[in-house]
């Protein structure tokens, strides 16, 4: 292993206490810092306040080398010798990011520099925010020689954030001297010259010591650039493909059959063409709209960003559609729901779209039964449990005598039901499957109607005579 260096995480969301764990990981000192006593507490009693693969188990383990949680930030920050700014960077009303929260850590990272520090910005931020930064701690009164800003943005899935991390497609370090730079490659150094998975516990993924990450150095600018153009290049990914899955059920195809096709292209490749009902989470729609925002500021026309965001508005609407083509009307049915956060793997609810037509369903007088594996307590704070919201323990008590089941978070549990007792205990045999988990033939075989996104709509006979009267 290499020698371990001092890093403080500022920040313990999603991004900074995934890279505070596995920064421990690898081998270094971390201490995380949050300004939320209560999420201090907890962390440091080894509980995790998000569902996330390893975490929990990687933060216990790392007995060794600990990470230290603490609200001192002054102190964290003398102690370090690379500091990341991992809080988080809000929607504004106008779509732009908001940076206050990056601005009040920069100023009082500047109160307690006193020696050398290489300052990261590891939230997702549009382009110049270095500058920014590099201002703020100036107009501190700290001198040029005592600090240096670099940018070293995440790639990081929710539900495989510390696989992706440990096992990165790329390494993206922006630094603009030769000393900002030498440091953050030694931090990476165990993923980058493989030792890290010499370890017998290592996470295992896609890297080994014979294929480690590679790192890839660039200007802070161009590092800026690189994270909201890859979310905003795949949220175009997703939106395109369920363009295409409009398309192919309007003339009876399977999207799945034209995404392979389609996917199969080396130039294109197959990740995220998965039709469904649009993307969700804290990335996706935020940096997108910060993306769009930062190139209007600069004069650079990029509509086409205003389209994705239309596209996966609309793929909502239309799924909600594709419910009352089944149903006829929502007042008094009973809808099992499968899945509330964003995706599956996570209990993250942000801008889910699956929440989103829960509470279409509400409005429109439906009872809906909800079950997920992990973001029951999230989907309470937004949807309290009432006469028209219940939530349930597993999957079958959410299909229990219910009009309807709809999938709509992709969790693996989803895709591996016992479809005969799941026909027993739905009152009518409907499934409508926003994230098409299950083999269209193989439902009508167990007798079920199935209604997916993108690929001809089954009804089993006893709806055949009505399915004329769906909508498209």
């Known amino acids: 292993m290499s020698q371990p260096l001092s890093i403080a995480v500022v920040g313990s969301g999603y991004v900074g206490l995934v890279a505070a764990v596995c920064f421990a990981e690898i081998g270094h000192h971390v201490i995380c810092v949050d300004n939320d006593e209560s999420k201090v507490k907890m962390l440091r009693e080894g509980r995790v306040p998000i569902h996330e693969e390893y975490l929990e188990e990687l933060l ?27 809080v988080g960077t809000p929607q504004s009303k106008t779509g732009s990011a908001d940076l206050s929260y990056v601005d009040a850590v920069a100023s009082e990272i500047a109160r307690s520099i006193d020696s050398y520090k290489v300052i990261v910005e590891k939230s997702t931020v549009p382009v110049y925010t270095n500058e920014w930064i590099r201002r703020v701690i100036e107009r501190n009164g700290v001198p040029k020689e005592l600090f ?92 395109f493909i369920n363009v295409v899955a409009n398309i192919c059920e ?114 429109e007088g439906s009872t809906v039964v909800a079950f997920d594996p992990a973001a029951e307590a999230r989907s309470k704070e937004v949807i309290p449990p009432s006469d028209k919201m219940l939530y349930v323990d597993s999957p079958y008590a959410a299909a229990q005598d219910a009009d309807a089941l709809l999938i709509l978070s992709d969790w693996q549990e989803f895709a591996d039901l016992d479809l005969k007792k799941l026909h027993y205990t739905l009152r009518y045999p409907i499934i409508i499957d926003g994230r098409n988990l299950y083999d269209p033939v193989d439902m009508i075989e167990h007798g079920f109607t199935y209604l997916s996104v993108g690929r001809p709509s089954l009804f089993h006979a006893r709806d055949a005579a009505s399915s004329s009267r769906q909508l498209p």
């Open 148 to 239: 240096d800003i670099a940018s070293n943005p995440e790639f990081l899935r929710e539900g495989t954030a510390v696989v992706d991390f440990l096992h990165a497609d790329r390494i993206v370090v922006g630094a603009e001297t030769e000393r900002a730079g030498t440091l953050l490659k030694k931090i990476y150094e165990p993923l980058t010259n493989g030792s890290y998975y010499k370890k017998a516990d290592a996470v295992p993924g896609i890297c080994s010591e014979k294929n480690p990450p590679p790192i890839l150095l660039t200007s802070t600018k161009a590092a800026e650039i690189i994270k909201h153009a890859s979310n905003a290049f795949l949220a175009m990914k997703i939106s």
């Open 250 to 363: 309007a003339v009876g195809a399977d999207v799945e059959e034209v995404a392979k096709g389609i996917g199969s292209d080396g130039r294109i490749g197959p990740k995220f063409l998965r039709a469904g009902i649009g993307y969700g989470g804290s990335c996706f729609p935020k940096d997108v709209a910060a993306f769009r925002y930062v190139a209007e500021q600069l004069g650079v026309d990029f509509s086409l960003l205003k389209e994705v965001e239309a596209i996966n508005e609309e793929q909502k609407r239309r799924f909600f559609q594709k419910v009352r083509s089944a149903l006829w009307t929502f007042r008094g049915k009973r809808i099992g729901v499968l899945g509330l956060s964003f995706k599956g793997g996570t209990d993250d609810i942000r801008d889910s779209p699956a929440l989103d037509i829960v509470q279409l369903l509400v409005k």
């Open 60 to 86: 216990k383990r790392n007995t060794t080398n600990p990470v230290e949680f603490t609200s001192d930030l002054a102190n964290a920050t003398r102690r370090a010798q690379a500091i990341f700014i991992a």
